[in-house]
């Protein structure tokens, strides 16, 4: 059992270029999240998505778009890297819908992106 | 104002000591309340959900006070694997964390 997959561990951008960080889930999970974690900081919430087919805005939008392409996956897309955009990213999953009442948030192992 | 506040920490106890942590949230509504653990360079995993009457699991116990809108976290004993970062987590909606308050136990 995977649980949360999360792909690349690490990568390396120039500033103004586009990368996707993948991720999918075999938990048939309906909410998947996009979470960046920096120093100080603890987690910032991206973009989530409550359903299949269905994205919204967290916190720290800007920059970044998702796709939800399927119940499994949910991928982060940067179009135009930043230097502010390094730091490391998680995905997570979550059995219960929208309204969270003890569900925990599962997390994949992070991306750490350096963006120069 | 941050919504949710961790002491920041950093603590360093010794072995078979007993530390707490406190966390406090701003929004009211909020209806869920959760501890992570959080390894250096790992992925955040629940410690322990927080129940409206408190809860206790092995040497941890969890505390609710809605009226100050802050949780807590009790260590007992603590070991040397206790050494991480702890995550406060508040859902509104969407599950909000504290920056984390990380915890050494020295031999």
């Known amino acids: 059992n995977a649980g949360v997959t999360q792909t690349p561990k690490f990568q390396v951008l120039k500033t103004g270029q586009s990368m996707t960080l993948q991720c999918a889930q075999d938990?048939?999970?309906?909410?998947m999240y996009w979470y960046r974690q920096d120093p100080g900081m603890g987690l910032r919430l991206i973009y989530y998505?409550?359903?299949?087919?269905?994205?919204d805005k967290g916190e720290v939008p800007n920059g970044y778009n998702v796709s939800r392409l399927n119940k499994r996956e949910f991928s982060l897309r940067l179009e135009s890297a930043a230097p502010s955009q390094t730091s490391v990213y998680f995905c997570a999953s979550m059995g219960v819908g929208t309204v969270v009442l003890d569900s925990p948030l599962h997390f994949g192992n992070g991306t750490r992106l350096t963006v120069t | 104002r941050k919504e949710v506040e961790q002491d920041p920490g950093p603590f360093n106890v010794p072995e078979g000591a007993t530390v707490a942590f406190n966390c406090t949230y701003s929004?009211?509504?909020?209806?869920?309340f959760f501890w992570y653990r959080q390894d250096c360079r790992k992925e955040p995993k629940l410690l322990m959900s927080v129940y409206s009457s408190g809860n206790e699991d092995g040497r941890f116990t969890a505390q609710l006070n809605r009226a100050s809108q802050y949780i807590s976290l009790l260590i007992r004993d603590s070991k040397l694997s206790d050494s991480a970062t702890y995550l406060c987590?508040?859902?509104?909606?969407?599950?909000?964390f504290g920056a984390g308050t990380r915890l050494t136990v020295k031999p």
């Open positions: 998505s409550a359903s299949e087919g269905t994205t």
């Open positions: 938990m048939n999970h309906n909410s």
């Open positions: 987590v508040v859902t509104e909606g969407d599950m909000r």
């Open positions: 929004n009211s509504a909020s209806q869920s």
